[in-house]
């Protein structure tokens, strides 16, 4: 199975803040990854496909980068409905695996 | 707009089999356009792909899950199912459903709100 670690577990930052989450996988993954955005008691919201991709709806303030192994998602000025946790997820090969989370929460 | 709603059971005794529908609402499974999963999501924990199914009947599990889980689909009532036999505390779990928006990038764009499954006795 590929491994996704996300980088950092949690981070503090403040409204307005430019935030960057990583994510790297074990092995290559072409640009196969996927970003989500989870609050909690809900379902995860796909916020990026294909690394850089973004989906339908979702603020412009949120970009995705990267292939191979390492990415990143972007957050260019923190608002509070952004405060959440983030998955990053491959979609190159079965079984899909997902990373364990970055925890963004208000300084 | 799509729209997926599990149901089932929200507590399984040990050793038996946990049993989830998904019932979508605002796209035909049989369409065939797109492939319908199932993910997991322990207390706290990140999230686990379970599986998928198409239309066609063809399904693919996470091999460490794989001999115990059957996802299926009922294209005459647009729901999917899965069953997950023998399970054990570890199993404990909020499931969701969600579609898989893109067969080659394999991303899921809609999500049912997920059920929590207690494996207890």
């Known amino acids: 199975d590929i491994q996704m670690t996300q980088s950092p577990s949690s981070l503090s930052a403040s409204v307005g803040d430019r935030v960057t989450i990583t994510c790297r996988a074990s092995?290559?993954?072409?640009?196969?990854l996927n970003w989500y955005q989870q609050k909690p008691g809900k379902a995860p919201n796909l916020l990026i496909y294909a690394a850089t991709s973004l989906q339908s709806g979702v603020p412009s303030r949120f970009s995705g980068g990267g292939s191979g192994t390492d990415f990143t998602l972007t957050i260019s000025s923190l608002q509070p409905e952004d405060f959440a946790t983030y998955y990053c997820?491959?979609?190159?090969?079965?079984?899909?695996?997902f990373g364990q989370g970055t925890r963004l929460e208000i300084k | 707009q799509v729209q997926l709603q599990e149901s089932g059971p929200g507590l399984v005794k040990p050793s038996q089999t946990l049993s989830l529908t998904c019932t979508v609402s605002g796209g035909s499974l049989k369409s065939g356009d797109y492939y319908w999963t199932w993910i997991r999501q322990h207390p706290g924990k990140a999230l686990e792909w379970i599986g998928y199914?198409?239309?066609?009947?063809?399904?693919f599990q996470n091999p460490s899950l794989k001999s115990r889980v059957t996802i299926s689909m009922d294209t005459s009532k647009n729901q999917f199912s899965l069953k997950l036999s023998s399970v054990t505390a570890a199993d404990t779990a909020v499931y969701y459903c969600?579609?898989?928006?893109?067969?080659?990038?394999?991303?899921?764009?809609?999500w049912g709100q997920g059920t929590l499954v207690t494996v207890s006795s």
């Open positions: 199914v198409y239309y066609s009947g063809s399904t």
């Open positions: 997820q491959q979609s190159y090969s079965t079984p899909f695996t």
């Open positions: 092995q290559s993954i072409s640009s196969y």
């Open positions: 969600a579609r898989v928006g893109d067969y080659r990038d394999h991303y899921f764009d809609y």
